[in-house]
């Protein structure tokens, strides 16, 4: 097998695996919320100012999902929406006390996450690593332009 082959396989089982046994943790520590919904949580925390467009952009959907998620999780009292003083054209989100909340509980998971992934990341050098992370910044850029709309 090629170099190539064995390490996309190998992130295929990676990821297969991850979802395995990651996914069911989530689902509970999660009830009641999609996958989608949480990626859009994380999204809004981390960043100021996110409207339709920018989380469409983002998570990889489109700004008809993106409209659909906002609304239920309005609904549900996580996200509220605001527009700047000067520019009543644009709406932002924000979350909410709950959404905080939600925010929390999910990050508390990747820690967690993170801790018991410890062991394998400690067996490599740092320079092991900065190769990895170059790899994957690198294939990600790659996969960003098979993305872009053909000419």
């Known amino acids: 097998m090629e170099k190539s082959q064995a390490i996309m396989s190998g992130i295929t089982d990676l990821n297969n695996k ?11 520590a999660m009830a009641g919320f999609s996958l989608s919904e949480i990626s859009y949580i994380e999204y809004i925390a981390t ?6 467009t920018r989380l469409a952009n983002a ?3 489109t700004r008809g999902a993106i409209s659909k998620i906002t609304k239920k999780l309005q ?5 509220a ?3 700047k003083p000067d520019n009543k054209k644009e709406i932002y989100f924000t979350l909410t006390d709950e959404g905080r909340r939600i925010d929390a509980i999910h990050n508390d998971l990747h820690d967690k996450f993170i801790t018991s992934d410890k ?3 400690e067996q490599f050098s740092s320079e092991a690593l900065d190769t990895v992370i170059a790899f994957v910044t690198a294939y990600n850029q790659h ?4 993305m872009l709309p053909k000419k």
């Open 18 to 28: 991850l979802l395995l046994i990651r996914k069911p943790i989530m689902e509970r």
């Open 47 to 52: 960043h100021q100012d996110a409207n339709v």
């Open 59 to 61: 998570l990889y959907m």
């Open 75 to 79: 609904q549900k009292g996580i996200v």
């Open 81 to 83: 929406s605001y527009q």
């Open 119 to 121: 062991a394998v990341f």
């Open 143 to 146: 996969l960003d332009q098979e």
